[in-house]
Structure formats: C-alpha cells, structure tokens
C-alpha cells in the first residue's frame, strides 16, 4: 500500500507476481497489457477487487480493500498456475 503511494512508477513485477498482476486485469475485465504496468495501477485494480470504488474523491485505497482484493487475485492467480500445469500433464 505504501509502496504503492510514494513510488508509483516502479514496475508492478517487484511485487507482484506475473499471473498476479495479470489475473487483477482479467479479474477487472481489462485486457493484460503487453509490458509491465506501473505498482500504483495494479494496486488500485486489487483494491477495486476488494471494494474500492476509485471516484474522484476517494483518494487512495486502504488495507482492507487491498487486503480483500488480494484474496481474490491470489486464488485466481492459482487457479491459472493450476490449469497451466493441467495442459502441460495432457500435451505429455
């Protein structure tokens, strides 16, 4: 969340992880961007997740809404990690 405030513009692969970052896109109903997207913006589809409503006036998300929106990406996120290993089983 801090991170997310006062360094913007670092890369959201420092931490998150690719099928992380990724799955708040598609979980967003956004397409995956090609390069890296920026920390500020991941963190703020995660805290969407979770109940963020991102008006003008809201300022930043906090804990909780990231920490909700954290749950979703994370299982959805091994969800992915899971039907990846399922195709690479049958391609065998």
Request: proline share 5%.
């Amino acid at each position: 969340m801090r991170l997310g405030r006062t360094c913007p513009d670092l890369d959201a692969a420092l931490l998150f992880e690719a099928d992380e970052w990724k799955a708040a896109f598609i979980l967003n109903k956004k397409a995956p961007p090609d390069k890296l997207p920026r920390l500020n913006e991941v963190v703020r589809l995660v805290a969407r997740l979770g109940g963020f409503l991102a008006r003008n006036g809201d300022g930043e998300p906090g804990v909780k809404t990231i920490w909700l929106g954290m749950q979703r990406v994370v299982d959805f996120a091994a969800g992915i990690r899971y039907a990846r290993e399922l195709e690479e089983q049958t391609c065998v």
